[in-house]
């Protein structure tokens, strides 16, 4: 994923505010991705030639053996077009791998089932705001899902610590980093670029007992 605010993921807009129609979680629909029929060739993300080129190059391999599935929101005045697209994987984390308060949100000691967001992007022609939408919809699939169960996203952030794509994460969508030992300074923690979010904070209206 790539810089923010108008890249992979941006939302093109500091601060929450109010979504606009167009990207409104509750009226934004993903479809599985379909190679003979979205036009992946024509998606462009320039801040970002991985997220751009994805679909059409390393995708196809990861697709023979089930590594992910791409999910893709079609241009709504071209159902064949993209306006952005996100990929799915199950994974887990241990709950050691989380500072005591991060392991707050969870219970017990059992390792924590994740679903791993591997890319997220958006074309450059969609509107602004639909990274944030995006990762509220991938949420509420994940929780609505039929057949799979998870606590939380997960996802590296293109380029790192540092970046205002990670800040946005932290900041406007209330990611939090997952941290690791520095093999060089006693006591010290450094930060992996790892990022997640119980689904309870990206999707509260839906989460029992709220």
């Not at 599935?69 to 241990?94: R, V």
């Not at 209330?174 to 923690?189: G, T, V, Y």
Request: proline fraction near 10%; aromatic fraction near 10%; include cysteine.
């Amino acid at each position: 994923m790539s810089e923010q605010p108008s890249g992979a993921l941006g939302s093109g807009d500091p601060g929450r505010g109010i979504v606009a129609p167009a990207t409104d979680p509750q009226a934004l629909k993903t479809t599985r991705y379909r190679p003979a029929f979205h036009r992946a060739a024509d998606f462009r993300c320039a801040k970002s030639p991985r997220v751009q080129g994805f679909l059409t190059g390393d995708y196809q391999r990861f697709a023979k053996t089930n590594y992910c599935k791409a999910l893709i929101l079609p241009n709504p005045d071209d159902e064949t077009g993209i306006w952005g697209y996100y990929t799915l994987s199950p994974y887990k984390i241990e709950p050691q791998e989380l500072s005591r308060k991060q392991r707050g949100a969870f219970r017990g000691s059992l390792p924590i089932p994740m679903i791993l967001v591997g890319f997220m992007g958006k074309d450059d022609s969609a509107p602004p705001r639909l990274g944030e939408a995006l990762l509220v919809v991938t949420a509420r699939r994940v929780y609505r899902s039929d057949d799979t169960a998870a606590a939380a996203l997960i996802l590296e952030s293109e380029g790192g610590p540092g970046t205002r794509l990670y800040e946005w994460y932290g900041d406007t969508m209330k990611f939090e980093p997952i941290r690791r030992p520095d093999p060089n300074k006693k006591k010290s923690m450094i930060e992996t670029g790892v990022l997640f979010c119980p689904l309870a904070s990206l999707i509260p209206e839906e989460w029992p007992g709220n």
